[in-house]
């Protein structure tokens, strides 16, 4: 049998990797990159975001799980104060516990085996390892939040809000109010001028306490369908578009969905965002990799093309990733004006709308 050329002939040849003493974390992720499996990926996404960065795309970030009660909040921050993230959607529910370190309520780091049952009579609440007071910290929390709707019901009221609408009132609120603001995501984010949106406007506490609100006599109203109009003239009025997703579920759909609401529901030409990097452990086979693979959500016009240089899914829980990620741009990005898109995304809005195609 004649002997054919290898397929691999071209490929970079592996080598064992030696680690160094101080080495920066982009040193590292350059060797992590030049071994295998995850450790690849990782170094590939870091290598994407810095692209998005360095090619002035306008960049979400997608919040889903735990990950802001647990103290990853601060990076968000970091990222937020170089002008590396432009608009963000959160669950409500991590809006929520980002401004328990706001006003200083407790959140302990605790072991994840305990009897519940005991913690339960103790009122203890936790979230696998974070622990959470009930009284101290949720019901604080919800008095906290119910006062803010009270006080600045003047710009609540009689109007319909988008659900960033509502988070920029609220996180100039606590600028004004928290003693500990700058350690809120959600109060650097209305300081800056970034829309924050929730994935939905139902399925948290802070919507519970609107709930009460409302009997009380103090009801806000928001619309999902200004949520899908704003997010949408975003990704549209924007040159490039790059997503950075932590885990999966709502916040990654809510963003991704901005591509089909443009093409498929206004009518409007438009190919889908420019770039995507997605952390997570959910699988595809049975649905639970929210939104679909980045090669399957090209199909639907969330994303250009199904090109590996610009979309890169990391397998990995982001706790591990997301700070390695950040601390590659800190050092290998310089800081970016922010644009303040929530000053002109009435404007934006105003533009999508006029591009909208008339109903057949």
Request: charged letters at 20%; a negative charge; hydrophobic letters at 40%.
């Amino acid at each position: 049998m004649e002997t054919q050329q290898s397929m691999f002939e071209h490929a970079p040849d592996i080598q064992p990797q030696l680690l160094r003493p101080n080495m920066s974390i982009t040193d590292l992720l350059t060797v992590m990159g030049q071994t295998c499996f995850e450790a690849r990926n990782v170094a590939r996404g870091a290598r994407l975001f810095q692209r998005m960065i360095e090619a002035q795309d306008t960049i979400w970030l997608g919040i889903a799980g735990a990950g802001i009660a647990g103290g990853l909040g601060g990076m968000v921050i970091n990222l937020l104060q170089e002008g590396f993230i432009n608009v963000i959607c959160s669950t409500g529910a991590q809006v929520y516990h980002d401004l328990h370190f706001a006003f200083g309520l407790p959140v302990k780091a605790i072991s994840p085996r305990h009897d519940d049952d005991l913690l339960r009579q103790h009122g203890d609440t936790r979230i696998y390892d974070i622990g959470i007071r009930e009284i101290e910290t949720l019901e604080a929390q919800d008095q906290l939040i119910q006062k803010f709707v009270r006080e600045r019901y003047d710009v609540l009221e009689d109007r319909t809000l988008a659900s960033w609408e509502f988070n920029y009132e609220l996180g100039t609120w606590v600028l004004e109010k928290a003693a500990k603001p700058d350690k809120s995501f959600v109060a650097t984010a209305a300081r800056l001028g970034v829309p924050l949106f929730w994935d939905s406007q139902a399925n948290h506490s802070i919507a519970m306490n609107l709930a009460r609100l409302e009997i009380e006599g103090f009801p806000v109203r928001l619309s999902s369908q200004k949520d899908i109009l704003d997010s949408a003239a975003i990704t549209f009025n924007s040159q490039g578009t790059g997503f950075v997703e932590l885990g999966g579920g709502g916040p990654k759909n809510f963003i991704q969905q901005t591509g089909p609401t443009i093409q498929q529901i206004l009518g409007i030409d438009f190919e889908g965002a420019d770039r995507g990097l997605q952390i997570g452990t959910a699988v595809e086979r049975e649905g639970s990799l929210s939104s679909c693979t980045f090669s399957e959500a090209v199909t639907w016009g969330k994303y250009r093309a199904d090109d590996a240089t610009q979309l890169v899914q990391i397998w990995a829980e982001y706790s591990l990733v997301f700070p390695l990620l950040v601390a590659h741009v800190l050092d290998a990005c310089s800081a970016r004006q922010p644009i303040n898109l929530v000053a002109s995304l009435p404007t934006m809005t105003h533009t999508l709308k006029q591009k909208m195609r008339p109903a057949q």
